[in-house]
């Protein structure tokens, strides 16, 4: 697992590019016939991605975790991203398809995905969990879409809260998709931060070529990375969170931390962006 280390802000503040990707970008999400997964120490979120291929993929514990088996103090999240698959949860399998989610409670002692054509993509997500709570599978067309921003503002989107107590009840996790809209390319803008929370992204939907602008940082010290496809950011709390491509593109969001309100954000004025 790759371990990241808490960052400050005062100390963030002087990160060149390379130090800004070490700490906060994921590259490599998906690697065939791997399961990749990285430990950050902000809220001790655990993020990855399980690219199955022929043969089943096991979810293993880590030495980062120190537990018997992954989900012995954690629960975890498996959005399916493309392909077709199934995740298998101490016995129960769960088919899904692009758009689907399962969420797997805490105490899940064997957890693995499966693609028999080979085509499926697991983005995981995890956090610790303070109780066990039913292993939930979420169907696509489940989820309400909420439409946000318009074609004037280039930020024309649709929201789809998977997990945020109404469907799902979790410990810590929120997780959701957006989706840009034709010709729209913002995301998060006016932006926000929400001390209370960690927040990752994982950019998904970009052509091979395209890329997009992550910003990130304190309101008024914000920095940037250059994303491409199918990577993460991770956001501290105190970080912004927020970006622009040169074409459309989908995103994953995840957070966990202190309160469990989706809509506990401090909005940041226009005016006091720097
Ligand atoms: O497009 C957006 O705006 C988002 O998806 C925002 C995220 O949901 C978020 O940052 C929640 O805190
Ligand atoms: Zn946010």
Redesign the pocket.
């Known amino acids: 697992m790759d371990v990241r280390y808490s960052t400050n802000p005062a100390e963030a503040r002087g990160y060149d590019t390379a130090q800004l990707r070490r700490h906060y970008l994921v590259e490599n999400v998906f690697v065939p016939g791997e399961l990749r997964l990285t430990y950050s120490h902000e809220d001790r979120v655990v993020l990855g991605g399980a690219m199955p291929g022929a043969g089943p993929l096991r979810l293993e514990p880590d030495d980062a975790l120190r537990t018997d088996h992954f989900c012995e103090r954690r629960e975890l999240a498996a959005f399916c991203v493309g392909g077709r698959g199934a995740v298998n949860c101490d016995g129960n399998a769960y088919p899904v398809e692009r758009g689907d989610l399962v969420y797997v409670g805490r105490g899940t002692r064997e957890v693995s995905f499966h693609s028999d054509d080979g085509s499926a993509r697991f983005y995981l997500a995890s956090a610790p969990a303070h109780r066990e709570l039913p292993t939930t599978l979420v169907k696509a067309g489940d989820v309400t879409p909420i439409e946000?921003?318009a074609t004037e503002s280039a930020?024309a989107?649709t929201?789809r809260?998977y997990i945020d107590g109404t469907l799902v009840q979790s410990c810590q996790l929120?997780m959701?998709w957006?989706q840009?809209a034709p010709g729209s390319v913002w995301?998060?803008?006016p932006a926000?931060t929400?001390l209370r929370?960690t927040?990752c992204?994982f950019y998904f939907d970009l052509d091979e070529d395209a890329r997009l602008v992550h910003i990130l940082g304190e309101p008024d010290e914000t920095r940037h990375l250059i994303v491409r496809n199918e990577q993460a950011v991770i956001s501290p709390a105190w970080s912004v969170?927020?970006g622009a491509a040169t074409g459309s593109y989908s995103?994953i969001?995840f957070?966990a931390g202190e309160n469990y309100r989706?809509d506990?954000?401090d909005h940041i004025a226009m005016a006091d962006l720097r």
């Open positions: 946000l921003g930020n989107r929201i809260r929120m959701g957006t840009l995301n998060t803008m926000h929400h929370r927040e992204y969170h927020s995103f969001w957070m989706f506990d954000m």
